[in-house]
DNA sequence: ATAAAAATCATCATAAATAGGGATTTTTTT
DNA sequence: AAAAAAATCCCTATTTATGATGATTTTTAT
């Protein structure tokens, strides 16, 4: 069985100890690093292989206009645990594949953690036809008002299909999109041309 | 030498003729096809391996929102020449590539029309480092906002490099820049993926 | 038959991009 | 030294896109 590797950014080291000490006796986890800030984890080469983010979400800037992912600068595929002491806005957990807080047991941490990896694993979800349909002329280049009558639909329906899109692929930019139509081949590269 | 064809689109038989005729008599040129308005040229399937089109500007919807080239879904690597008898209004005659008057002579519309073949060449302008550099963060899936701050310029400096970037390659949307970053090996698919 | 998934449409507020100008300062080239 | 090209910065107005939510109708699968 392979260790997924985690690192924790929290800054209290009690918190940190105590953690790594739950963790390091429940089987498939191993604790690769702790940082007790974002910006000591940015530095550090351990960061680029871990398989799993246990962040405290106080050392966030929760004001900042980017999400938590795009805050710590970790890819899509990697998981990020909220580590909770107390009450925090709602709309920044959410951002989090889980949370834990300092009151769960190690038996309730383990299964979040575990549940976590086969959520993952689901989260492979497949774009649906339509979702392709519209992925395809994104790529090509069309604005939202340009598929829309392209496909008889309104515009509030291709935003909808895009969001979707979006959600399902992990993908928010629109070149990012094009390449992944394209390593998909859902489109070709002749086709893309205005 | 290899005649460029010309496509004619004017409502004026006598000036349809009248043109045809001075263009018959002048190297490198041949004129393909008389059409007497847009729609007939849009119908014909002549109209897709012309080289340059000399068209009435009267013809167009001069209130359209779309520019000239767009209305009649030309090419951006074919000339689009006014054949002007009155005046026009200055930000119509400046979408075109050239302008020839009926009041030009032979020798005058030969030299507009050999201009324009030079100026084409010249037209496959290289992009600048630096727009090279933008291009990339653009196919990167960045906003004009992380290229400036990751830049260290102004978010009116990127817009600038974009709009010459667009004006260069006459690609206007981001899928159709991240296609030819691609394929013009700027970036590969590796780098593309938020 | 019912639950789940997919497709559809909507609103409000905000963020980002585009179009179409102008303008100045550095660099490079001739 | 002068001209041309590249890089920089700014503006206004308009169009597009996004984020956050909510909801209804079809399809599809169990």
Redesign the pocket.
């Known amino acids: 069985m392979i260790e997924k590797k985690i690192i924790i950014i929290e800054p209290g080291l009690i918190v940190q100890e105590g953690l790594r000490s739950i963790l390091s006796s429940t089987n498939g986890f191993v604790v690769r690093h702790c940082f007790s800030t974002i910006e000591q984890m940015r530095l550090h080469p351990y960061a680029n292989d871990a398989d799993l983010f246990i962040i405290n979400p106080t050392l966030l800037d929760l004001h900042h206009?980017n999400s938590v992912r795009q805050q710590l600068g970790i890819k899509n595929e990697i998981p990020i645990v909220a580590l909770i002491y107390s009450f925090i806005d709602h709309?920044i957990v959410q951002q989090f594949d889980a949370e834990i807080t300092i009151h769960d047991s190690a038996v309730q941490i383990a299964n979040k953690l575990v549940a976590l990896k086969r959520d993952n694993k689901n989260e492979n979800e497949?774009l649906?036809?339509?979702?392709k349909e519209i992925l395809i002329a994104v790529a090509k280049g069309m604005?939202?008002?340009e598929i829309a009558d392209s496909h008889f639909?309104?515009i509030?329906?291709v935003?909808?299909?895009?969001?979707n899109i979006?959600k399902k692929t992990g993908i928010?930019s629109?070149s990012g999109l094009t390449a992944y139509a394209l390593v998909n081949n859902l489109i070709s590269f002749e086709e893309i041309d205005n």
């Open positions: 206009h709309n497949e649906s036809e339509r979702e604005s939202n008002k639909i309104s509030h329906t935003i909808t299909h895009r969001k979006v928010k629109v």
